[in-house]
């Protein structure tokens, strides 16, 4: 009798053995496929030009401010993020300069471009990105210039890549349109002095103040500061 109960409470414990390790195994298993990282999706190609058209025919207003915020959501997916960086630059560009001229007036596009997908670490995509606004530019100059100038700064700054952030302040400064402020036009100076190009510095300079072309006080004031400080940094040289 007392040999039956022992093999009973073996044949139990085998068997709840069993149970508690399939138990665990089938934990184990749902933890995996719930925690497992989904698919990240590439950016898709822009539409055709006659898809494109068709979609937004109804209303284009509304189909912008569609396709603008699923542009800018599309780094969210399945509850994680993905590195900007990690994105097809060309296909970004791409929507970009479509959604841009979906709607002509909206600035926001470039200030993406500028602002947000300028910014990541991979310094090609960032000058891809910067060539790009720069494009935009010349198209629409009086609409564009605050994010050319953006382009310059960043170019100045991040990339450390003067030659580049000089390109972008020159078109800014030499642009005739009467929309471009005084301080944008500026930023080719300031490039220059950091360049160590003094001479040309005061031919631009001599030559706005001896023309009398500039009427703003302010503006007056830091040309011939800036003047002034060139000609002393001339003289340290010198030494």
């Known amino acids: 009798m007392l040999r039956k109960i022992n093999h009973r409470n073996k044949q139990q414990g085998w068997f709840?053995?069993?149970?508690?390790?399939?138990?665990?195994?089938i934990m184990l298993w749902r933890e995996s496929t719930i925690y497992q990282r989904p698919?990240?999706?590439?950016?898709?190609?822009?539409?055709s030009e006659s898809a494109m058209n068709l979609l937004v025919a109804s209303d284009k207003a509304f189909a912008y401010r569609v396709l603008i915020l699923w542009l800018q959501q599309f780094d969210v997916q399945a509850g994680q993020y993905i590195s900007y960086q990690s994105m097809d630059y060309e296909k970004l560009i791409h929507w970009l300069q479509t959604l841009n001229k979906l709607e002509l007036t909206s600035?926001?596009?470039?200030?993406?471009?500028t602002r947000v997908y300028s910014r990541?670490?991979?310094t090609n995509k960032t000058r891809m990105m910067l060539e790009y606004v720069f494009k935009e530019f010349q198209t629409n100059p009086g609409k564009n210039w605050r994010w050319l100038a953006e382009a310059s700064i960043t170019a100045q700054h991040k990339l450390?890549?003067?030659?580049?952030?000089l390109k972008f302040a020159t078109a800014l400064a030499e642009e005739k349109n009467p929309d471009i402020p005084l301080w944008a036009k500026d930023?080719?100076?300031?490039?220059?002095?950091?360049?160590?190009?003094?001479?040309?510095?005061k031919l631009l300079v001599g030559g706005l103040l001896a023309n009398k072309t500039i009427m703003d006080p302010n503006e007056i004031r830091f040309l011939s500061l800036l003047m002034k400080r060139v000609e002393e940094k001339e003289r340290q040289n010198a030494k």
Do not use: T
């Open 16 to 25: 709840l053995l069993i149970i508690a390790a399939s138990f665990i195994l």
């Open 39 to 47: 698919k990240v999706m590439p950016l898709p190609d822009v539409p």
């Open 107 to 113: 600035q926001y596009p470039l200030l993406l471009a």
């Open 120 to 122: 990541v670490a991979d």
């Open 160 to 165: 450390k890549d003067l030659p580049l952030a």
């Open 187 to 201: 930023i080719r100076l300031i490039i220059l002095e950091n360049l160590g190009e003094f001479e040309q510095i």
